[in-house]
């Protein structure tokens, strides 16, 4: 499962990098600090959740000549550590990439999530906040903040599996992925 995560994950990084190659400029790569304490009650209304990683995430920016970034991708391997308000903690591993490839023109980026792990943030088209674990692959539009894991979506396709991490949390259930 691994090796062919891995090999669909840089396919999908090799799809969005091509076209943008002869611009590139620079090249950064920087640890992201895990998520510490991450407050869940935009996402889980009324809860007092939080979520914690134990290691960091590895962030890749390419930019072009003008500075602009024209890719990112952001590595996560790790233990997350959702915490209910009375202090029950759930454990679940995650092995995930993200692509974002911003929009030229300014609008909606462009975003590749691939693997097993939790996504949360806001349908900008009505659905609300969400906080999901998901097993597959979701691509989206919207915007993604890399140190936070904020998305704000104009859209979503999962094709996977996906559970509701709300109702997990708060059940004490173990989603399946």
Aim: net charge neutral; hydrophobic share 40%; proline share 5%.
């Amino acid at each position: 499962m691994r090796r062919t995560l891995t090999a669909t994950a840089l396919a999908l990084v090799a799809t969005l990098f091509v076209g943008v190659q002869p611009a590139l400029a620079a090249l950064l790569i920087e640890q992201i600090p895990a998520y510490a304490r991450q407050d869940l009650s935009p996402f889980c209304v009324g809860s007092q959740d939080v979520v914690d990683q134990r290691d960091p995430r590895t962030l890749t920016t390419l930019t072009d000549r003008k500075g602009s970034v024209v890719l990112q991708a952001l590595k996560t391997s790790t233990t997350d550590l959702f915490t209910r308000g009375d202090g029950t903690v759930m454990d679940l591993q995650e092995t995930s990439l993200v692509t974002v490839r911003p929009d030229p023109r300014g609008g909606d980026a462009t975003i590749v999530w691939l693997g097993r792990g939790a996504i949360w943030g806001n349908d900008k088209t009505g659905g609300g906040p969400f906080l999901l674990w998901v097993t597959g692959l979701v691509v989206m539009k919207g915007s993604f903040d890399p140190k936070t894991g904020i998305l704000a979506l104009t859209s979503k396709t999962i094709v996977g599996q996906q559970t509701d991490l709300c109702e997990a949390i708060d059940e004490g259930l173990k989603p399946r992925h």
